[in-house]
Structure formats: C-alpha cells, structure tokens
C-alpha cells in the first residue's frame, strides 16, 4: 500500500504499483481523480508507449507527484494527464498582437483542442517567440532560430506526445518545421491563412506588392507619402498572412508539399468557415498520428523534399524557400543543395497565376483548388517526382489530390497553357560568390528586353555596378549618383546573416526617381534577401556574404561584372590580381556592431545563406526523442 495521502506511487516496502491510476486513493471524495476512471485505461492501444507518461504514470519515479500534483489546479483530472491511452498534444501557438498576421489563431486553437479532445487527447497550448515579418526590426529572419531553439527545448523538456504547429507569417513555418524535425514527435502543421482580396476600387491590391509598387510611384513623384500610405493599406483588409505568393503563402503551401499539412489546408483564407474546420480537423488527426507513431522522420524524406522543389516552382513561390527547406533539411538529416533547386525545379512551368508572377491573389487560387489542383496537374503529366510520398493525412501526396483539377483556369493554368514555361530558380556561382540564386518567374517582357535578349549574347548582360554598403547608404545615395544610368548593375552588401545581422529583405532596390520615369529596371544582387511579395528578378542570397570574405566585399563603384543565365555564371570582370591586392588594402569588411545578446551570438553561431542560415552545432542534434530519450529529472 503506498502511503497515506500520497500519489507518487511507491508502496511502503519501496516497491511499485502499475499505473498512478490504480494507485489513488484520496479517502474523499474527488473530481480530480474519480471512482470511476480507476481500472483499465480508456482508448485506444498506441504504437509505442506514450512518453508523456514518463512524467505522469511511471510508478518508479517518485517525482511523479510533483509533475502531477501542479496541472491539476487548473481543474484538469488525473484521467486526462495519466491515461496510458491518452496522448498530450502541444498546441504551438504563434499569434499574439505582436505578430498580428498570425492573431487569428488565437481563436483558431480553441477549434484545434475541440478536434484533440474529440480523438481522445489532452491539449496543452503554448505561447512561441513572436516573429512578425513586417515589424520586427532589424530583421525578421534573425529570429527565425531563435524561435527554433526555444520550441526545441519545449518539445523535448516536457511531457508532450505530439504537436500542432500553427503556422502562418514567413519565418514561423520554418522555425517551426525545424524544431519538430530536431526532437521527431509527431507534428502536424496548420497555417492562419491569407487575408481576403485587397481592392482598390475594381483593382486587386496584392500584400507586399503594392508596396513595392507604391515606393516606385513615390520615388517617381506619381504620388506623396500620404497616398503611399493609404494605398498599401487597402491590401490588408482582414485577418491573415500576405494574400499574395510570398514567403507566408510560398512556406505554408510547401509545408503541405512536403506532407506536413492536411491536402487542401494551406490556401484556406484566414476569415472563411472552413479554417475553423480545417482546425478541428487538423487536432483530431495529431491524435491519431501519435497512436500511430507517424513521425517527422517518416514524412520529411528525399523525396518530399523534391515535391516540394517542383511545386515551389508551379506555385510561383518565394526566393526565401531554398534558406528555409535547406535548413529543414539538414535538420532532418536530408542532403539538399541550391542546385537541387534548378535542378528539379527550373525547367518546369508555373501554373498559378498570382501575385508577384501573375494577376489574382489567393481567394481566387483557393476557390480554384488551392495546392492540390497544382499536385493534381503535374502528375497528370508525369511532373511531380514523387507521388507516392506518405503525408500526414496517411495517404501519400498521390492519392490526396491526383483528381482534384483546377475549378479556374485562369487562375491555376494547364500545364499547355502555363503562366511561363521553365519557371524555376537558377542557380549562379562564378568569380563574383560561389552560390546566389535568381526567380526566373518574375522575369518581366521588359527586363528581358533590356538585358536577355541580345541576339549574339543570350540570355546574358554585363554592365557597371553602383555598390551600396546596406540600405541606409542606398537611400542616401541613390537619387544623387549620377553614374547610375541604364545598364547600371545595383550592389547591395552587408546584408547576409553576418554582416547585417540575420539577412535581411533590402536586396530588392529601385533605380532613381528619374530611371522610373523612363521605364527603366537595373538589375539587382546582393548577399541579403527580398520579400517574396517582390516581382522584381533579383539575384538573391549570395554566398560567401562581405562579411565572410566574400567578393562582394571587394567591389567599386563602375567595376564590370557579367551574369550569364545560360551558364550559370557571375564573374567579375577584373583582374585577379587586383581582387587579391583589394583585399589586402580594404582588410575584412566592416559590419555594424552587435545591438543586443542574440545578434552577437546569433553572428558567431551561424551558417550562409546557401547552407540554411542554421546554426551548425545545433544540426548535430538529430531525432532527439529516439537518440536522447527523455531528459534528466529535475530534482
């Protein structure tokens, strides 16, 4: 018998009973641990005991009172923490009022727990750093793995069985993705959703990309700073991520890609009724992914990964998916490369016909099937590598949507009617950096008139740079230079994960006021990023950055660089023993000082752009709930 008025479950001669449920007895009368639940557990059998249970039924541990005794003031019974049956489902959550694209989940949750109580678990919400793309300063994206390593240390350092990442704004999806690949419980990903349609009288105003339109109108002089402001307004008119095909929409559509969401999950609008349901359903399927031992490591392979390239291709997706797969990547363990990403992705079409690459804006791409009439298109014709990759619904990306054709196809277009053929990223190395990588999508007839289409040079262009050394010496010198001129090749440096810090989206520059106004675009590259909301064909995430030595570093304003797109090449047109004279005479480029505890070690502590932007110590940290077991007692 244990002793009196105790629960640890130790029995008096020091020897163990069965199940903490067996064991209570309080002499009183309980609505904490009923009469009734005493016995043989209710539920169904799991796969593999549940591991929650190592904190709340383990007889041999005589903590387990304490781990116990604290969820229970909030009136939870010991029935729904101590069931060997009953699994606990972390709810991530990631809306907050700081990270308003993501506030819709705030009520979203409370349908996700209805759908986990319905299937027999126990929910536990839980509060994840903020990451707010439009906001947080001095970039987004240097978050992106600190939220990753906060939700690591949650998932493995309490009792949760699986988890419910709730997705949405750009850098939660990967933050998230990589965290449930690092510990491999069972996960299941669900997005907040894009806004609704933004208008401006009948003109669809598109999130992110009416801005980048409405800072070229104002540096023409079409419009004054108020109208700028009203202007980008009318394109967030409801609760949800960017309505167009950036980041938020590309990493969202790619968590379903990879099979990390239910089919057809991703495109739901955030305000419409079947968000709510989609939820509900998204918490009665963890449960069951639990019971059934359904783990990241068994959905996050090779070949998921290469569905996912393809698809980013159809879907018109952002220049931010190779950072963030190839983080996820390495975190599953799953070599990948920016040259897979041409590779399996460029020679293929786009299909969807939306914002920044095309005309419409996500109500109409989900009214028009959304994810699963892209899958179905190209696997009709044979495009998809990898149909029979499992997802977490328990059918491979095959079987969920290969009849599920496009209801609009003006909208998401037939593979002989595509928005643009070979559509995918191209890779670029040369003497300028070893890796960057360029959206062949948003391509305009415009650019490629100017610089691709002279007939004895295709697909090629050469030209002076203007180098600007982060965005603050852009703005401040862009109208004034009066050498950039048509042709002009615009350098933007000192924006890479180290050099910035974390990368940020100031890549994408606009040529001065007077440019506009003749219709000009210059070309841009640098070691930083741009939103993906962003048409413009910049050459993106160069890699090594200035800040690690890279080339960039060394650059003069009216240096010739060349980019040759049918080889794969950026060079320098300058001798190589002037750029090796220049580095020794210029000495390691200069960064902005560390503003805070995170920059300083997020700077030592991370990879380029072209590797993930991860930490490496912490990819060494593999399927922790399989290789660490269950951490050290806490007292």
């Not at 793995?145 to 699986?162: C, I, K, T, W």
């Not at 014709?381 to 609009?408: K, M, Q, W, Y």
């Not at 047109?573 to 960064?591: I, S, T």
Request: glycine share 10%; aromatic share 6%.
């Amino acid at each position: 018998m244990p002793c009196e008025g105790c629960t640890c479950g130790l029995r008096e001669d020091g020897g163990e009973e069965g199940d903490i449920l067996e064991q209570t007895n309080l002499g009183v009368r309980s609505f904490t641990a009923p009469a009734e639940e005493r016995g043989e557990p209710e539920g169904i059998e799991p796969a593999v005991p549940l591991r929650s249970k190592q904190w709340w039924n383990n007889p041999s541990d005589d903590m387990c009172g304490a781990y116990v005794e604290r969820y229970l003031n909030g009136g939870l019974t010991m029935n729904e923490i101590a069931n060997k049956h009953k699994p606990i489902i972390g709810i991530a959550q990631t809306g907050s009022d700081l990270a308003p694209c993501n506030s819709g989940h705030v009520q979203l949750a409370k349908r996700v727990r209805d759908g986990i109580i319905a299937a027999g678990g126990t929910p536990f919400e839980f509060p994840c750093h903020p990451i707010q793309e439009t906001t947080k300063r001095p970039t987004a994206s240097l978050d992106r793995n600190f939220a990753y390593l906060s939700l690591v240390e949650v998932l493995f350092g309490y009792p949760m069985d699986g988890v419910v990442l709730l997705t949405g704004c750009d850098k939660t999806t990967p933050a998230m993705l990589m965290a449930a690949a690092t510990v491999n419980i069972p996960a299941i990903c669900m997005n907040v959703g894009p806004m609704l349609n933004g208008y401006a009288g009948q003109r669809l105003v598109g999130s992110g990309t009416v801005l980048w339109d409405a800072r070229a109108a104002l540096a023409a002089g079409k419009i004054d700073q108020l109208q700028l402001m009203q202007t980008v307004a009318t394109s967030a008119p409801s609760l949800g991520h960017c309505n167009t095909m950036g980041t938020a929409s590309t990493m969202n559509a790619l968590a379903e890609a990879l099979g990390m969401a239910l089919p057809g999950s991703a495109s739901i609008p955030a305000p419409y009724r079947e968000r709510g349901a989609c939820a509900y359903q998204t918490g009665r399927r963890i449960v069951d992914l639990v019971r059934e031992d359904v783990k990241p490591s068994d959905i996050l392979t090779r070949e998921a990964f290469e569905n996912a390239i393809a698809l980013n291709t159809a879907i018109g997706g952002s220049t931010n998916a190779p950072i963030h797969l190839n983080a996820i990547a390495k975190h599953i363990g799953v070599p990948l490369s920016n040259e897979d990403w041409q590779d399996v992705g460029y020679k293929l079409p786009l299909l969807v016909n939306i914002q920044p690459a095309g005309e419409y804006l996500c109500e109409e791409y989900h009214r028009a099937g959304g994810l699963p009439a892209v899958t179905a298109e190209l696997i009709k014709h044979n495009l998809l590598p990898h149909p029979d990759a499992l997802t977490v619904s328990g059918r491979s990306i095959g079987d969920n949507c290969r009849e599920d054709f496009s209801t609009d196809k003006r909208v998401i277009r037939p593979i002989d009617r595509p928005v643009k053929t070979s559509a995918g990223f191209l890779h670029l190395s040369g003497s300028l950096f070893d890796s960057a990588i360029m959206k062949t999508s948003v391509i305009s007839q415009a650019f490629h008139d100017q610089y691709l289409s002279n007939p004895d040079d295709p697909m090629a262009f050469e030209g002076p740079v203007a180098v600007f050394d982060g965005p603050e010496d852009y703005h401040h010198r862009i109208e004034s230079e009066a050498d950039i001129q048509a042709g002009t090749i615009l350098i933007m440096r000192g924006a890479g994960p180290q050099g910035y810090p974390g990368a940020a989206e100031v890549v994408n520059m606009i040529p001065p006021g007077r440019l506009i106004r003749q219709g000009v675009e210059l070309p841009c590259i640098g070691d930083g990023r741009q939103s993906g909301t962003s048409g413009s064909p910049s050459i993106l995430n160069a890699c090594p950055e200035a800040a690690t030595g890279g080339n960039l570093g060394i650059l003069k304003d009216g240096d010739i660089i060349r980019i040759d797109l049918a080889r794969g090449r950026a060079d320098i047109k300058v001798d190589a023993k002037e750029l090796e004279a220049r580095r020794k005479e210029m000495g390691p480029f200069k960064v902005p000082k560390s503003q805070t505890p995170w920059q300083e070690l997020f700077r030592e502590n991370v990879s380029e752009l072209s590797e993930g932007m991860v930490i490496p110590k912490a990819v060494k940290y593999q399927r922790l709930a399989q290789t660490a077991g269950i951490p050290r007692r806490n007292h």
